[in-house]
């Protein structure tokens, strides 16, 4: 069974575009979400506000939160963020339209990894608002 929805690439998994997902693929976001939630204690109740259009709020959580779905999914280690990676999760569809604007956000330094991930984050939301999307 496949769903359609904004895909965030920072899990293929990034945090911009629009894909096709299947059971699978949900479930590992599903897990991620999780683990991450957990580990940062992140409200997730604003992780759902910037899904629905809310933007970044500079919660310290909310930033560790950040920090934490990057390192996972291979988007930030030692501070940087590793923009090839993170360029190779987007969907084919998605690369047109989002490459650049990764590119030129590069890594957003931060006072710390999870202060550089939100940075990035910020980045990426005021380039492409309406297909950001957070995990």
């Known amino acids: 069974m496949f769903r ?13 575009g629009v894909s096709c997902m299947d059971d699978e693929m949900l479930e590992l976001m599903k897990m991620l979400r999780e683990n991450c939630g957990e580990e940062s204690g992140v ?37 940087e963020v590793d923009v090839e990676a993170t360029v190779a999760l987007l969907p084919e569809d998605m690369k ?4 650049k604007s990764i590119r030129a ?21 005021k380039a492409n608002k309406a297909d950001y999307f957070l995990v």
Do not use: H, R
Request: hydrophobic share 35%; with cysteine; glycine share 10%.
């Open 43 to 79: 409200d997730l109740s604003l992780v759902e506000k910037i899904n629905q259009g809310a933007d970044l709020m500079p919660d310290p959580k909310l930033k560790c939160y950040t920090k934490c779905i990057m390192e996972t999914a291979g988007m930030l280690s030692e501070g």
């Open 4 to 16: 359609c929805g904004v895909f965030s690439a920072t899990v293929a998994i990034l945090m911009l």
């Open 96 to 99: 047109a339209k989002n490459e």
């Open 105 to 125: 956000c590069g890594t957003q330094k931060g006072g710390d990894d999870c202060e550089t991930a939100f940075l990035t984050q910020v980045c990426w939301q």
